[in-house]
Each structure stands twice: as structure tokens, then as C-alpha cells.
């Protein structure tokens, strides 16, 4: 499809949709999009379309390009894949791109104004992994060098989050490019809802709704971009790289530093700060009075065991446990991610198989996961 210099591109240009199944297969979807103001820009949108879809016109995407990704992806990670059910979709028009299409068109050039949509869709299997009632996505996209996945201006990926599960890994699902992913960014867990861990007493569970009641989840803000841009480039004659950011990052002339476009939310933690961030914050010292005692159930932690031992000599679950006792017997996640500088995944799966063992317990509070100690006082929590 020709664009004319009166025809502004769609923002964003392309959404690159990851929608992530219970069974860890991952539904790719590539919408290439243009902005129509008038009728004779649909006919010629309409006419472009099924040309691209009967295979009579390239817009570059080919079965091809993304066999070698995964042949990539499935040598990093050792796991059986196959990309399956390639296929262009049906094209569509849009037209109210501001209705929940996910789109920035809120103030269109011309009232009118509607979007057209060219998708390509494949089947990834295995790109992410089941372990019990969590899915772990995002190995697949890290190399010895980094991940290959980035993305150019007028791109957007998004990660869906699968039905009955929730986000467990503190960030966002949305990016914009330009932007350049850092190493295990896009590591994400997300765990299964409607159960809760046979271990949680009543009163443990009473204490999580109130705080998410009290707390509430937030929200996210998607950074915006002006969506009138210049002349848009034909979509048949961009390069794959070019289109899907997928290729060296160094000569990227398009990539950017993650700070500048980042629209995920930080984690609320400091470096290896723990949420007893003081002795009156958590689990008694010793020397307090049996009054104190009886105040609430507390521990008093030695660390005579490991205290002086290497690091390195520690199981994993040995240093989580000596970094729970030198934190008053409960940490944030986060803070545990930070202490070891392990990756997001591992830390997940780790701590996941150490509560399901009842050496330790998490408890869900707002977009945090805090882990504690078994029977650690929470009465004094700030």
C-alpha cells in the first residue's frame, strides 16, 4: 500500500502481541497498522491487504525468520519447540481507533479517521514453562549476549496475561519503542488464581485482605508519544529487523536506553532493603522484656550456623535463609533478587518450591510478595 504525504502513520505502527497460554505455549500476533482517513485510503488498504495475504506481496514476515529464533531460543533453554498455525489473519478496519484497540489515535487528524489492521499470527510452543500453579515466560528470549527481542519507534509489545492467572512479577506488560531490553527484563511470573497455599491460617488470610483493601493494586501509565509523525514507511519495504527489532543492537540507529522509554513500573525496592527496615519493625531482639514477649509471637535469630561461611558454599536455600535471619526474619522479593543477583525466574521458583517445603512463607501485599520466616510476627508491619 502507497502512502501519500497527507496520510499519517498509525501510532503505534505495529503491536507485536504475546498471548501467553496455560499449557506455556505463546500465541504471536504481528498487527501492521495504517491510518485511513478517507474512503479512497480504505479502498486502496483493502486492495493492499489481500494482495499481502494471498501471497502476492511481501511485507517481509516469513515463517523463515522466526524458525531461526526459535531454533535460538530452543538451544538456550534445552526445551522441545515448534512454531505452529502460521497464517495471516483476516484484515480489519477500526473504526473508533481510540475504543479499546490499543491504539494512541485519541485526537485523529481527521474526524474520521480509521485504522487498518494486517495481522500475522503463529503458535510458539513451550516459550514458556508450568511449574505447579506458575508460568514462567521470558527465558526464551535471553542469549549469551542478551536478549534478541527489542524494539523500534513506532513499536509496542504486548505480554497478555493468560486467563485465571494473576502478575506476580512486579512490572508492566506494555512497552513502546524505541527501547532496549536489559538482561532478564522480561522474565516474568505469573501465577494461577482462585487457590491459596493450604498453609495460610484464618487470621493470615483475613490480614492479606485487609491490606489489599487498604493498599490497592495501582495502576500502570503507557507513556505517550505524538502520534503525527511524518511520512509513514511503506510496510512492504521495511526490513524484518527493522520491523520487528529483532537483530545486532549495536547498529540499531533506532534503539535507545531503557530509562528514556521505559513504561513499566519499578519495583518499589532499594538494594537488598528488607521491610524490617528496623529492629522495631519485626522479630524480637534479644534482651526485650517478657511483657514485650507477650505482645505478639517473635523470634530471636542466631547466626551462628552460617554466619561466618562463604556464600558460595551455601545451598540456595541456605542463603535465603541466612538473608531472612540478618533481616529480622522477613524480606521483599525484590530485595532477595538484589541481594543474590539471581534472576527474577529463579528466585520465583526457588522460593516457590521453600514454601511449599514450610521453610518459609510469602505473603502477597499490593504488587509486592513479602517472605517471611515460619511464625513470624506481622502485627507490626508498617
Same mark, same amino acid.
Not at 86 to 111: H, K, L, N, V
Not at 139 to 162: H, K, N, S, Y
Not at 191 to 198: A, D, K, N, Q
Given at each position: 500500500m502507497?502512502?501519500?504525504s497527507?496520510?499519517?502513520?498509525?501510532t503505534?505502527?505495529q503491536?507485536?502481541?504475546?498471548?501467553?497460554?496455560?499449557?506455556g505455549?505463546?500465541?504471536w500476533?504481528?498487527?501492521?497498522?495504517?491510518?485511513?482517513?478517507?474512503?479512497?485510503e480504505?479502498?486502496?488498504?483493502?486492495?493492499?491487504?489481500?494482495?499481502?495475504?494471498a501471497g502476492?506481496?511481501?511485507?517481509g514476515?516469513?515463517p523463515?525468520?522466526?524458525?531461526?529464533f526459535?531454533?535460538?531460543?530452543?538451544?538456550?533453554?534445552?526445551?522441545?519447540?515448534?512454531i505452529?498455525?502460521?497464517?495471516w489473519?483476516?484484515?480489519?478496519i477500526?473504526?473508533?481507533?481510540?475504543d479499546g484497540?490499543?491504539?494512541d489515535?485519541?485526537?485523529?487528524?481527521?474526524?474520521?479517521?480509521?485504522?487498518?489492521?494486517?495481522?500475522?499470527?503463529?503458535t510458539?510452543?513451550?516459550?514458556?514453562?508450568?511449574?505447579?500453579?506458575?508460568?514462567h515466560?521470558?527465558?526464551?528470549?535471553?542469549t549469551d549476549?542478551?536478549?534478541?527481542?527489542?524494539?523500534?519507534?513506532?513499536?509496542?509489545?504486548?505480554?497478555e496475561?493468560?486467563?485465571q492467572?494473576?502478575?506476580?512479577t512486579?512490572t508492566?506488560?506494555?512497552?513502546?519503542?524505541?527501547y532496549e531490553?536489559?538482561? %532478564?527484563?522480561? $522474565?516474568i511470573?505469573?501465577?494461577?488464581?482462585? =487457590?491459596?497455599?493450604? &498453609?495460610? #491460617?484464618?487470621?493470615?488470610? /483475613?490480614?492479606?485482605l485487609?491490606?489489599?483493601a487498604?493498599?490497592g493494586?495501582?495502576?500502570?501509565?503507557?507513556?505517550k508519544?505524538?502520534?503525527?509523525?511524518?511520512l509513514?514507511?511503506?510496510?512492504?519495504?521495511?526490513?524484518?529487523?527493522e520491523?520487528?527489532g529483532?537483530?545486532?543492537r %549495536?547498529?540499531? $540507529?533506532h534503539?535507545?536506553?531503557?530509562t528514556? =522509554?521505559a513504561?513499566? &513500573?519499578e #519495583?518499589?525496592?532499594?538494594s /537488598?532493603?528488607s521491610?524490617?527496615?528496623?529492629?522495631?519493625?519485626?522479630?524480637?531482639?534479644?534482651?526485650?522484656?517478657?511483657?514485650?514477649?507477650?505482645?505478639?509471637?517473635?523470634?530471636?535469630?542466631?547466626?551462628?550456623?552460617?554466619?561466618?561461611?562463604?556464600?558460595?558454599?551455601?545451598s %540456595?536455600?541456605?542463603?535465603?535463609?541466612?538473608?531472612?535471619?540478618?533481616?529480622?526474619g522477613?524480606?521483599?522479593?525484590a530485595?532477595?533478587v538484589?541481594e543474590?543477583?539471581?534472576?527474577?525466574?529463579?528466585?520465583?521458583?526457588l522460593?516457590?518450591k521453600?514454601?511449599d517445603?514450610?521453610?518459609?512463607?510469602?505473603?502477597?501485599?499490593?504488587?509486592?510478595?513479602?517472605?517471611?520466616?515460619?511464625?513470624?510476627?506481622?502485627?507490626?508491619? %508498617?
Amino acid at each position: 500500500m502507497q502512502s501519500t504525504s497527507s496520510t499519517p502513520e498509525a501510532t503505534p505502527k505495529q503491536v507485536i502481541r504475546l498471548t501467553v497460554r496455560d499449557n506455556g505455549d505463546v500465541r504471536w500476533t504481528i498487527e501492521s497498522r495504517f491510518l485511513l482517513t478517507n474512503e479512497s485510503e480504505a479502498d486502496s488498504f483493502r486492495a493492499y491487504a489481500e494482495q499481502v495475504t494471498a501471497g502476492e506481496r511481501t511485507v517481509g514476515l516469513s515463517p523463515e525468520q522466526f524458525e531461526r529464533f526459535r531454533q535460538i531460543a530452543q538451544q538456550e533453554t534445552g526445551r522441545e519447540m515448534s512454531i505452529k498455525d502460521a497464517q495471516w489473519d483476516e484484515p480489519r478496519i477500526i473504526e473508533s481507533p481510540a475504543d479499546g484497540d490499543g491504539s494512541d489515535e485519541s485526537e485523529s487528524t481527521t474526524e474520521n479517521a480509521r485504522i487498518g489492521v494486517i495481522s500475522y499470527s503463529f503458535t510458539w510452543t513451550n516459550f514458556a514453562t508450568v511449574d505447579g500453579d506458575r508460568l514462567h515466560f521470558g527465558d526464551a528470549f535471553q542469549t549469551d549476549d542478551g536478549t534478541w527481542m527489542g524494539l523500534t519507534e513506532g513499536q509496542r509489545l504486548v505480554v497478555e496475561t493468560p486467563p485465571q492467572y494473576a502478575l506476580e512479577t512486579p512490572t508492566s506488560l506494555t512497552w513502546d519503542g524505541p527501547y532496549e531490553f536489559t538482561a %532478564d527484563e522480561l $522474565e516474568i511470573v505469573f501465577v494461577r488464581t482462585g =487457590t491459596l497455599p493450604s &498453609s495460610m #491460617s484464618g487470621w493470615l488470610i /483475613g490480614g492479606i485482605l485487609v491490606l489489599i483493601a487498604t493498599i490497592g493494586t495501582g495502576g500502570y501509565l503507557l507513556a505517550k508519544r505524538d502520534g503525527k509523525t511524518e511520512l509513514p514507511i511503506p510496510i512492504d519495504r521495511l526490513p524484518l529487523h527493522e520491523r520487528l527489532g529483532f537483530g545486532d543492537r %549495536d547498529t540499531d $540507529e533506532h534503539a535507545a536506553p531503557a530509562t528514556e =522509554t521505559a513504561s513499566r &513500573s519499578e #519495583s518499589v525496592s532499594g538494594s /537488598g532493603d528488607s521491610l524490617a527496615g528496623s529492629e522495631s519493625a519485626g522479630g524480637a531482639v534479644a534482651g526485650e522484656s517478657d511483657t514485650d514477649r507477650g505482645r505478639g509471637t517473635s523470634l530471636e535469630f542466631e547466626e551462628s550456623t552460617h554466619q561466618d561461611v562463604d556464600p558460595e558454599l551455601l545451598s %540456595d536455600e541456605e542463603r535465603v535463609l541466612r538473608l531472612l535471619k540478618q533481616n529480622g526474619g522477613r524480606m521483599k522479593q525484590a530485595s532477595i533478587v538484589s541481594e543474590t543477583g539471581w534472576s527474577n525466574a529463579k528466585v520465583s521458583q526457588l522460593l516457590s518450591k521453600m514454601d511449599d517445603d514450610g521453610e518459609i512463607e510469602k505473603l502477597r501485599i499490593g504488587r509486592e510478595n513479602l517472605i517471611t520466616l515460619p511464625g513470624v510476627d506481622l502485627t507490626n508491619f %508498617d
